[in-house]
């Protein structure tokens, strides 16, 4: 992991040392990127990549490219107040398609952090100009641009996760980014060459494939409904999601009480496929859901027209697979065969 951050920035400033202390930080190492996906039998990756190395990653680039403490602190917190399990958290919330709903905390838990407001005031920066990383668009930028949280995620799970890439591979395409100017004449991480963009959107794709997939919709609702159950039954609060890690608030749904929710999580820690379906199926876990759309077109420098240009204008096989990508219609049902009907209020 340590080399893989310096492959995105072969500076690491000392200054985020204290900030990375603080408890409110560390404790996002035991929250995984993918959401809880990996803690079943659907997927057999090799490596946890977790919000914390995540996040350190996204505060490497932004430095890289801004030398700016702020923008820098905005992006190693962007995710600080991530749960628990995630987005499933905020597929629980009815904010599948959007996944920002547990955003809202970030400026409490940052305001909130002793480590962190000490050190701030050290710094002499305002919590407010740290908590709202979507202020800054080398930090973050609208689909399908490429910005340091949607480049990081998606080298160390293409790393990591899905080994679409390895360790050179990713150093090659470190060393190709480069700030550019968008549509909006907004900053934008991007490529010096094409062929290095296109091999960015050919080893990312397959992730941004399974994101949308039906086993990672399926897993995400389950989960979020199990976590919901848990809520309604008074078993466990959504505090709980950020004083417990994954594997900790797992072995308490398995260990509760709850039987009708242990013993479907059980059968779901077991299954190895899902089904989709036109329709919605009776007498098994079956459930209607949308996921957020993810997918990048990174920027290019166009050396020909002297502008910055999207790959897909200079790259027809890039546009082909996106296209292609883009073109795909999930199933609008997606479950497990074994039932479980979540609690209501």
């Known amino acids: ?7 995105l920035s072969p500076e690491f400033p000392a200054w985020l040392l204290k900030y990375i202390a603080a408890p409110e930080f560390q404790r996002l190492s035991g929250v995984s990127t993918v959401c809880g996906i990996d803690h079943s039998n659907l997927y057999n990756f090799q490596h946890f990549n977790s919000v914390f190395s995540h996040s350190i990653g996204v505060a490497l680039i932004v430095w890289r490219f801004t030398h700016d403490k702020k923008q820098t602190l905005a992006g190693l917190f962007h995710d600080i107040a991530s749960p628990a399990f995630k987005h499933c958290v905020d597929f629980m919330n009815s904010d599948s398609e959007t996944q920002e709903s ?18 701030l005031k050290r710094d002499g920066i305002l919590a407010s100009e740290i908590s709202d990383y979507h202020l800054y668009p080398i930090a973050d930028n609208d689909i399908p641009g490429l910005a340091a949280d949607r480049l990081e995620y998606s080298l160390s799970n293409c790393l990591f996760l899905y080994e679409t890439l390895d360790i050179d591979q990713v150093q090659h395409i470190s060393d190709d980014l480069v700030v550019l100017k968008n549509e909006n004449e ?34 995400m609702q389950f989960i979020a409904d199990v ?17 417990m890690n994954e594997r900790e608030v797992i072995d308490w749904i398995l260990s509760c009480g709850e039987r009708p ?5 059980r059968q779901f820690q077991r299954a190895t ?9 009776k007498d098994r876990y079956c459930t209607a859901v949308k996921a957020k759309q993810r997918y990048c077109v990174p920027l ?14 200079l790259s027809r096989s890039a546009k ?3 296209d292609k990508f883009l073109a795909v219609k999930p199933a609008k049902y997606v479950g497990f065969d074994f039932e479980f009907t979540p609690y209501s209020e």
Request: hydrophobic share 35%; glycine share 4%; charged share 30%.
């Open 227 to 243: 976590l919901k159950s848990m809520e309604i039954s008074g078993s466990l609060t959504n505090d709980d999601l950020y004083n």
């Open 320 to 322: 082909r697979k996106l």
């Open 273 to 281: 496929s899902v089904y989709n379906s036109p329709t919605l199926k």
């Open 186 to 219: 907004l900053d934008e991480i991007g490529f010096h060459t094409p062929e290095i963009a296109e091999t960015f959107v050919t080893a990312t794709l397959p992730a941004f494939e399974d994101y949308r997939s039906d086993q990672a919709r399926a897993t």
């Open 261 to 265: 929710l242990s013993e479907a999580f």
């Open 1 to 7: 992991a340590r080399e893989y951050l310096r492959t």
């Open 102 to 119: 547990t955003e809202a905390r970030t400026g409490e838990i940052i305001r909130g952090s002793r480590v962190i407001m000490r050190q």
């Open 300 to 313: 290019v420098a166009d050396t020909d027209t002297n502008t910055d240009v999207r790959i897909t204008e």
